[in-house]
């Protein structure tokens, strides 16, 4: 079956702006889960949708935020982009949030430079 | 924040060596989990062990669990060069008993395996 599919794979955004960035998680899984991963900071829990709503956040400012469509597919916005937003930023996805015994599927990421 | 300690933070072994690294944390957990990620991409789910088990084969990989030490390993055993990679463990919390899709993450370990 299809894995985690994040697009796009490399953004270049300047300061200031917005950007969005997709995720779809594996056909069935409800649960969606975003992480922001830095040389500094490591991986960091961004937030988690299931069912279109959000049940989980970390500790990122108000500029980071999200969606989750009925089909699943999840979106995360940055707005008023700044150079320290330079990631790699994953995508997990599993049935409902929890482990249940497995482990989680991630996506292959999307690589952000802030210019 | 970062659930707590990996060590070492690189490796470097000869194809056919064993290799073990050991992650600490600091809350109680579900559940631990360990992860292998590849020059930036994604992560990939190698073996999860639950709060009650104390050691966990795959393969070549032997996980063990001390929760009354807060700390895990993980044993990769005949190493080969594909085995090159960052290895994370994270923790599936059980700090208020939500933690909906939320995984906190050591900050990893690089193993480079030589051929």
């Known amino acids: 079956k299809a894995g985690v599919t994040q697009t796009p794979r490399y953004l270049i955004k300047t300061r200031g702006q917005q950007v969005t960035l997709s995720c779809s998680p594996i056909?069935?899984?409800?649960?969606v889960s975003w992480y922001q991963q830095t040389p500094g900071q490591g991986l960091q829990f961004l937030f988690e949708y299931f069912s279109e709503t959000q049940r989980n956040k970390g500790n990122f400012p108000g500029r980071f935020s999200g969606r989750q469509f009925s089909n699943s597919r999840s979106e995360m916005n940055v707005s008023t982009l700044e150079l320290g937003d330079s990631a790699l930023y994953l995508c997990?996805?599993?049935?409902?949030?929890?482990?249940?015994?497995?482990?989680?599927?991630f996506g292959s990421g999307t690589r952000l430079t802030v210019v | 924040s970062q659930q707590g300690e990996e060590d070492p933070q690189a490796l470097s072994i000869q194809e056919g060596e064993n290799a073990t690294m050991n992650c600490s944390y600091k809350?109680?957990?579900?559940?631990l989990q360990w992860y292998r990620q590849n020059s930036g991409r994604g992560l990939v789910h190698l073996i999860l062990?639950?709060?009650?088990?104390r050691e966990k084969h795959s393969g070549r990989l032997r996980v063990t669990l001390d929760t009354s030490k807060k700390s895990s390993s993980l044993l990769i055993t005949a190493s080969r060069a594909a085995d090159t990679a960052s290895y994370f463990c994270a923790t599936d919390d059980n700090a208020g008993g939500t933690s909906y899709g939320k995984l906190t993450f050591g900050q990893g370990t690089i193993l480079t395996v030589h051929p």
């Open positions: 062990i639950r709060s009650n088990e």
């Open positions: 997990a996805s599993s049935l409902a949030g929890g482990t249940g015994g497995h482990g989680y599927t």
């Open positions: 809350t109680s957990i579900n559940n």
């Open positions: 056909s069935g899984h409800r649960s």
